[in-house]
């Protein structure tokens, strides 16, 4: 399974962002997978995570009601939809498995950039 994030940028305080991971490989729809951020200076953290069939979710607190993940196994693509982003989201954003000590290799991220 490989993985690509896609999606970051410079947004301003209240904006909104949709971040896509593509993966390649047959066990991306078995897998349940999880949104991963690591802002500078700070360990990764989730953000969001989806069981296989994507009927179940679970946010960081300081994401909830805020961000929403989705998947389309069909496309082997998952998703994270941010709103009314704040300075603190700024972080790289990382795709992988859930939990995270199912994680695959990392791959490069993409980078959420928030200015207040």
């Known amino acids: 399974l490989q993985l690509a994030e896609s999606g970051g940028g410079l947004v301003q305080a209240g904006g909104s962002l949709k971040l896509s991971c593509a993966a390649s490989?047959?066990?991306?729809?078995?897998?349940?997978m999880g949104w991963y951020r690591q802002a500078p200076g700070k360990q990764r953290e989730l953000v969001a995570a989806?069981?296989?069939?994507?009927?179940?979710?679970i946010y960081a607190d300081s994401v909830k009601g805020r961000f929403t993940i989705s998947r389309d196994n069909t496309k082997r693509t998952m998703y994270l939809q941010m709103n009314t982003l704040k300075s603190e989201d700024t972080a790289v954003y990382y795709c992988n498995n859930f939990p995270i000590t199912m994680a695959l290799y990392w791959g490069q991220g993409t980078q959420v950039t928030v200015s207040s």
């Open positions: 490989g047959s066990t991306f729809s078995i897998n349940a």
């Open positions: 989806i069981r296989s069939d994507g009927v179940s979710t």
